[in-house]
Nanobody
């Protein structure tokens, strides 16, 4: 069974950086896609970024492009979302997820969370102004 566990959330100030981690297990196929989604209070969940485990291709929502980046450890069991120049509007619960190619490629589009196959439980990020 695929499992994803997020960590690294917290309270930071605007302009700070934060790195979220997603520890994964249970993947049996050679290739998969790890997506990051977030949900702010009172708002719909939205895609943030996504990366391919096979070739490292990454995709970003407009709000994340240029400020967020994706990486993994050598074993490709821990996936990271590096968030720089954080803004108060980045506040929310961040989820990592196993998503298919379409959900990864279109992570910045509404409805990309519909392609998620497995979800983590989330980690909260609060950015104060």
């Amino acid at each position: 069974e695929v499992q994803l566990v997020e960590s690294g959330g917290g309270l930071v100030q605007a302009g700070d950086s934060l790195r979220l981690s997603c520890e994964t297990s249970g993947f049996t196929s050679g290739g998969y896609f790890i997506g990051w989604f977030r949900q702010a209070p009172g708002k719909e969940r939205e895609g943030v970024a996504c990366i391919s485990s096979t070739d490292g291709s990454d995709y970003y929502a407009f709000a994340a492009a240029g400020r967020f980046s994706l990486s993994s450890d050598k074993a490709k069991t821990i996936w990271y979302l590096q968030m720089d120049s954080l803004k108060p509007e980045d506040t929310g619960t961040y989820y990592c997820a196993a998503v298919n190619f379409l959900g990864c490629r279109d992570v910045g589009w509404k409805g990309s969370d519909g392609y998620v196959r497995y979800w983590g439980k989330g980690t909260q990020v609060i950015v104060s102004s």
